[in-house]
C-alpha cells in the first residue's frame, strides 16, 4: 500500500508547473481569444518536446511509455493554467486507444508533436478541438471510428469559455477507420468516456487550486475598513471552504487514475466520483471565489473568469452529473454491493 | 503508487478479524457516561490489551506492536466492522499518548503508557475554562510551583470523561504576569488529589458525559510536567495535531454509517424516495466517508515516508464532523416518525442507535477546535490569509 507519487512524478509535475506558468500566461491566453483558431502549434511542438504528448504512447512509437498515474498530476496542471491545446484529451483519451487499434504512425506523429486527437465523448456529442486536431475519434451508435478532421464537415459552436472550441461534426463512415463496433464497440466507448471524464476531474482539481489562489491573493490585497478583507472571517470561510472541498477531491481523482492505469473492475466508479468531488470543488471555487472578488469578479478584465468557465464548461463536459451519480448509485445501492470499513481497496488487492 | 495490501497487511487483517470476533461482547456495553457502562469499558480496555490490541502502532515495551499507520488504519476498519466498543481512553490513547511519545520522558512514558493501555487509568482533558474556549489562550487556572510541587487553582469545564476518569491532561498557567500563549505549562492531574471538585454536566442525551473541575490548592508533583515550564502552547499544539489529524476520528467508523445508512435506505426504500434529497443525500454520504478514507490513507502513507502533518489537517475534522453530522440526519429523515424514539422504547425496534448517533453529531462541530477555528486555521496557515 503506497498512496503517494515518487518524487520522480512530483518532480515532472513542478518542472510542466513551471513551464505552463511561463508560457501560458493569463495574457497570452486572452491574446489567442481573438486568434482565429486560437491555438498555437508552436506551444503543441514545445509541449511535445517535453515529452508530453507522447506520455502514454509506447517507447517503440517514440512515445515515454508511462501511465495514467504518471499523468494524472499533469492533467491537473493543464487545468490550473486552462490550457486550451488538446493535451489532456489526446494524451489520457486518444492515445490508449489508438495503442490498443495499433495506429503506430499517428501515435508517432501525436508523440513527435506533429498531430492531435479530438475525441467525441458520446455519439452525437460536441466535439472539442476538432479543427486543431489533424484526427477525430467519433461515435455512432455502438462504433467507434478514426478519420482525418479535413474529411468531416466541422461547424464552430461558441461557447460561454473563450478558451475552449466546439464543433458539431458531419461525417461519412467511408471516410472513416472503423476502430471497433458491436459489444467491441460498446467496451471502447465506456473505456473512452472513462478516460475523458477523469481528464476532466484532473482539470477541474487544477483550476480550483488556480481559482483558490487567485482569490487568497486578491483579498489579501484589496483592503477595506482600512484592512485587507482577507483578514475577515466571513471571507477567510468561504476560502476555507473551497479547500475543504479540494483537499477531499485529490484522492479519489488520484485513485480513479490508478483504477483506469490497472483497468479494475470499479473504475468506473471511481472515476464518476473522481468527477463529482472534483466538480464540487471547482464549482464552489468558481461561486465563493466570484463572490470574494466582488464587482471585480464579474468583470471581462480579471482573470478569475478564465478559469470560472473552463471549470463551468468540464463540469458538464465528459458526462453531466446525474449521469456521474448515476454510475455511482448503481454500485451502492446495487445488490452486488459491498460497501462500509476496509472495502476502499478491495478491487485493487 | 500502489494501492495494493501487502500479503503482511492481508494476513494482519485477518488476524485482527479473528480476534475480534472472538472477543467483541455480544451484547453491546452500556454507555461510558454511566458508572456501570464505564467499568465494562474498562474491562474491553483491559480485554484489548491482554491480546496487545490497545494501541497497535506503540512499542511493545509500553503493549504495542510497534506497527505502522497502514496496520493502524486496517486495525480500525476492523474493529469498526466488528461493532466493537467506543474506545472509553481516547482521551488518552489518541491524543495524550503520542504527545508523550513526543515530549515526556522515558519516566513518564514509563509510568503513565502501560497503565494507560490497561484501562487502569483513563484520561480526561483540560483545555477549556468557563472564559476560554474556542479563545484557548485566555485561559486563567494557575499552578504555582512550590518547592517539588505545584499548587493548582482555577477551573477548567466541558472536560470530557472527566465523572469517571483518573487522570486529566491540561495547560495551567504557571507565570502570573504571563499573557496568552506564553507562561502556560503543560501538567498531567491526578483526578482523585485532595481539593479537586467535579461537577457532571448532563449532555444532551442526559447523561454526565463532561464535568466541570474545580481546582483548590491542588498539589500535583513536577514530575506530572511535559515539556519545559512555559512550553505548554506548544505541547497542547502536538496534541491538537494529532486530535484533527489523523488519530482521533478514523475513516471506518464513518464508512461503517455510511454502510449502515445505505442498508437503512434501502429497507426504507419506498417511503424514503417520497423525498428524492434523501437518496441524494445517501450517495453523498457514502462517497464522502470513501473520500475520507482515500484522504487519510494518501496521509498515513505520506507520514511513513517521513512527512509531516501539516495545517491541511484542518480540513479533516470540518469534514468528518459535517458527514457525520448529515449521515445521522438523512437517517432520521428516513426513520420518519420513528426517528424520535429513545432505542429502549418498546416501539423502537429497528430504530436502532440513529438517536444516540444523531445527537452525539452536533457536538463534532463544536470539540476539538469549533469548525470555525479550524476555518480560521485553514485560510491564515494553511491559504496564507491575514491575520484580523
Redesign the interface.
Known amino acids: 500500500m503506497d498512496f503517494t507519487f515518487s518524487e520522480d512524478q512530483i518532480l515532472f509535475r513542478d518542472s510542466v508547473r513551471e513551464f505552463l506558468t511561463n508560457e501560458v500566461s493569463a495574457e497570452s491566453l486572452r491574446a489567442r481569444w481573438d486568434v482565429p483558431g486560437g491555438r498555437s502549434k508552436e506551444l503543441w511542438a514545445a509541449l511535445a518536446e517535453l515529452g508530453l504528448t507522447g506520455m502514454l504512447v509506447s517507447e517503440a512509437n517514440g512515445g515515454l511509455g508511462m501511465n495514467e498515474i504518471d499523468f494524472v498530476l499533469l492533467a491537473e496542471e493543464c487545468g490550473r493554467a486552462a490550457l486550451p491545446e488538446p493535451l489532456v484529451d489526446t494524451v489520457l483519451v486518444a492515445t490508449p486507444t489508438l495503442q490498443e487499434a495499433g495506429m503506430d504512425e499517428i501515435l508517432t506523429a501525436v508523440a513527435s508533436g506533429r498531430s492531435a486527437v479530438a475525441v467525441q465523448p458520446t455519439p452525437g456529442a460536441l466535439v472539442a478541438d476538432a479543427e486543431f486536431s489533424d484526427y477525430l475519434i467519433v461515435q455512432e451508435g455502438s462504433a467507434v471510428y478514426l478519420m482525418k478532421s479535413a474529411d468531416a464537415k466541422l461547424e464552430l459552436q461558441e461557447s460561454v469559455d473563450p478558451g475552449r472550441q466546439l464543433y458539431t461534426v458531419t461525417w461519412d463512415a467511408s471516410n472513416a477507420t472503423l476502430l471497433a463496433d458491436g459489444d467491441d464497440g460498446t467496451a471502447m466507448q465506456f473505456t473512452l468516456f472513462n478516460r475523458g471524464a477523469l481528464g476532466a476531474a484532473a482539470q477541474l482539481l487544477g483550476l480550483s487550486q488556480r481559482m483558490m489562489e487567485l482569490s487568497v491573493n486578491y483579498t489579501s490585497e484589496r483592503q477595506q475598513f482600512g484592512k485587507p478583507i482577507g483578514s475577515f472571517q466571513a471571507v477567510k470561510h468561504h476560502m476555507a471552504n473551497v479547500a475543504v472541498k479540494t483537499e477531499f477531491a485529490k484522492a479519489p481523482v488520484y485513485r480513479a487514475a490508478y483504477s483506469v492505469a490497472h483497468s479494475l473492475s470499479d473504475a468506473a466508479q471511481h472515476v464518476s466520483h473522481a468527477k463529482l468531488a472534483a466538480t464540487e470543488a471547482a464549482t464552489q471555487a468558481a461561486k465563493n471565489g466570484i463572490q470574494v472578488h466582488g464587482a471585480m469578479g464579474y468583470t471581462w478584465e480579471v482573470d478569475l473568469q478564465i478559469f470560472m468557465k473552463r471549470a463551468w464548461a468540464l463540469s458538464s463536459a465528459w458526462g453531466s452529473r446525474g449521469e456521474h451519480k448515476a454510475r455511482v448509485a448503481s454500485t451502492v445501492f446495487g445488490a452486488e454491493r459491498s460497501l462500509g470499513a476496509g472495502q476502499t481497496f478491495a478491487s485493487a488487492s | 503508487?500502489?494501492?495494493?495490501?501487502?500479503s503482511q497487511?492481508?494476513a494482519f487483517?485477518i488476524e485482527v478479524r479473528n480476534w475480534m470476533q472472538a472477543n467483541v461482547p455480544s451484547e453491546p456495553l452500556k454507555s461510558f457516561d454511566t458508572e456501570e457502562g464505564f467499568q465494562q469499558h474498562r474491562e474491553w480496555e483491559k480485554t484489548m490489551n491482554e491480546g496487545r490490541w490497545g494501541m497497535v502502532t506503540w512499542p511493545e515495551e509500553f503493549g504495542g506492536r510497534n506497527l505502522d499507520l497502514?496496520q493502524w488504519l486496517?486495525f480500525?476498519?476492523?474493529y469498526?466492522?466488528a461493532n466493537a466498543p467506543t474506545r472509553v481512553n481516547q482521551n488518552g490513547i489518541f491524543l495524550l499518548a503520542p504527545t508523550l511519545m513526543e515530549y515526556g520522558t522515558d519516566e513518564q512514558k514509563a509510568r503513565i503508557l502501560p497503565k494507560m493501555a490497561t484501562g487502569q487509568e483513563v484520561w480526561a482533558q483540560g483545555w477549556s475554562e468557563p472564559n476560554a474556549g474556542s479563545d484557548m489562550a485566555a485561559m486563567r487556572s494557575k499552578a504555582e510551583l512550590v518547592g517539588d510541587h505545584f499548587v493548582i487553582n482555577g477551573q477548567k469545564t466541558w472536560s470530557t470523561r472527566a465523572v469517571y476518569a483518573d487522570w486529566l491532561f491540561g495547560m495551567f498557567r504557571t507565570d502570573p504576569e504571563s499573557e496568552r500563549h506564553r507562561g502556560l505549562t503543560f501538567i498531567l492531574v491526578p483526578l482523585n488529589a485532595e481539593g479537586i471538585t467535579v461537577r457532571p454536566i448532563p449532555q444532551l442525551d442526559g447523561l454526565p458525559g463532561f464535568a466541570e473541575i474545580f481546582f483548590d490548592n491542588v498539589k500535583v508533583h513536577v514530575s506530572n510536567r511535559l515539556g519545559g515550564d512555559g512550553e505548554g502552547w506548544k505541547v497542547a499544539m502536538a496534541t491538537a495535531g494529532f486530535e484533527r489529524g489523523l488519530m482521533l476520528r478514523s475513516?471506518?467508523?464513518f464508512?461503517?454509517t455510511?454502510?449502515r445508512l445505505?442498508e437503512l435506505?434501502?429497507e426504507n426504500q419506498a417511503s424514503a424516495d417520497q423525498d428524492p434529497a434523501i437518496?441524494?443525500a445517501?450517495?453523498q454520504s457514502?462517497?464522502?466517508a470513501?473520500?475520507?478514507?482515500?484522504?487519510t490513507?494518501?496521509t498515513?502513507?505520506?507520514l511513513n515516508?517521513g512527512g509531516k502533518i501539516g495545517p491541511?489537517s484542518s480540513?479533516n475534522k470540518?469534514?468528518w464532523s459535517e458527514l457525520d453530522q448529515d449521515m445521522h440526519a438523512t437517517a432520521m429523515s428516513i426513520l420518519g416518525a420513528r426517528a424520535e424514539l429513545l432505542p429502549h422504547a418498546p416501539a423502537a425496534e429497528g430504530v436502532g442507535r440513529w438517536l444516540d448517533g444523531f445527537l452525539f453529531a452536533q457536538s463534532g462541530p463544536i470539540y476539538a477546535g469549533t469548525n470555525?477555528i479550524?476555518?480560521?486555521i485553514?485560510?491564515?496557515r494553511?491559504?496564507?490569509?491575514?491575520?484580523?
Request: a negative charge.
Open positions: 503508487m500502489d494501492l495494493k495490501y501487502t497487511q492481508q487483517r497502514i486496517i480500525e476498519e476492523e469498526y466492522r475513516p471506518a467508523r464508512q461503517e455510511a454502510r445505505v435506505y434501502v437518496r441524494e445517501v450517495l457514502y462517497m464522502h470513501e473520500a475520507y478514507a482515500l484522504t490513507y494518501q498515513a502513507c505520506r515516508q491541511e480540513t470540518i469534514f470555525e479550524q476555518r480560521n485553514i485560510a491564515e494553511m491559504l496564507g490569509m491575514p491575520r484580523l
